[in-house]
């Protein structure tokens, strides 16, 4: 099965290099498509010439534009988009690709995923739910992580669910609500696919996320607007009773500033859905 990772890129020279190996090392037919705003911070120095991705160099209007000009571009049967500070894990594109052959009526497939400070250290571990268009709506969190999303080229080329350039940090969430109208058939892989570094400068923990959250909450009907705190119980209920906080302790390899080159391996010996100092603007909770 053929993949399409898609990575947009801009002034992230140094998390870039740990990404796409994440994605090289997959030992699946895989492109990857880093799709980059013309970043001036030296990584057009070494990107052009790394024989790991197809590198396009063009102004956009943001990371969702940047997505969808990748996605028209690939020609994988199976999508995905992972930013420069997120990673997979060894062998998640090859159990997606085994998910999606055992599985012809599912579109949409979300992942696990594991937080990360700059180090490469465990923060905590965030496990996705299917979700809701009421808890998209009103919430400022997503109960999945993009990195951990995986889509059949289907989605864009039959349903033209295609991102939306106008939205500059919530168009995951605006894109998922017409996931959910038009009923596309979702799944969980249930189990850790990917890692999202938290480098203090993610677009996903910056201030204007709010005013989009504010945008998504006027769209939401009266009632729901209303019952916004029992709709973020319910969530929290579904994520208890799904085992969404529990984990076993486990090991995990990525790659780090420190060692670029080759995957290190950490223990985390006490698993916890908590993201301590967390801002609480986009984290699933």
């Known amino acids: ?17 740990l990404c796409i190996p994440s994605v090289a090392d997959q030992e699946v037919e895989v492109e990857h498509i880093v799709q980059d705003a013309k970043s001036d911070d030296g990584t ?63 579109e949409i497939a979300f ?14 571990h965030r496990k996705s739910l299917l979700p809701l268009k009421p808890h998209t709506l009103v919430a400022r969190n997503l109960s999945i992580l993009t990195c951990a999303t995986f889509f059949r080229r289907s989605i864009f080329e039959n349903r033209g669910l295609v991102f939306d350039p106008t939205w ?13 109208d038009q009923k596309v058939p979702m799944a969980l892989l249930n189990g850790f696919t990917s890692t999202f570094t938290n480098t203090g400068q993610n677009m996903s923990l910056d201030p204007g996320a709010l005013d989009e959250a504010k945008n998504l909450l006027a769209a939401a009907p009266g009632w729901a607007r209303q019952a916004k705190s029992l709709i973020v119980a319910h969530h929290r209920l579904r994520k208890l009773f799904s085992g969404s906080y529990q984990q076993e302790p486990f090991d995990y390899a990525i790659y780090t500033l420190d060692n670029p080159i080759k995957r290190v391996s950490f223990h985390v010996a006490r698993p916890t859905a908590l993201w301590k100092g967390d801002p609480g603007r986009r984290s699933p909770t």
């Not at 990575?7 to 140094?14: I, N």
């Not at 690939?74 to 420069?84: D, F, Q, R």
């Not at 992942?111 to 250290?121: P, R």
């Open 1 to 17: 099965m053929h993949f399409s990772v898609i990575t947009p890129s801009f002034r992230s020279s140094r998390w870039l290099k």
């Open 44 to 106: 057009l120095d070494w990107l052009p010439t790394d024989q790991r991705v197809r590198t396009f160099v063009e102004k956009d209007s943001g990371m969702y534009d940047a997505v969808t000009r990748g996605l028209k571009k690939s020609t994988g049967e199976i999508c995905s988009y992972l930013n420069c500070d997120e990673q997979y894990l060894p062998g998640t594109l090859a159990s997606v690709g085994l998910f999606f052959d055992e599985h012809p009526e599912v």
């Open 111 to 124: 992942g696990d995923s594991l937080v990360v400070d700059s180090a490469g250290e465990f923060l905590c």
């Open 168 to 180: 500059r940090i919530l168009g995951d969430a605006e894109w998922l609500l017409r996931c959910i």
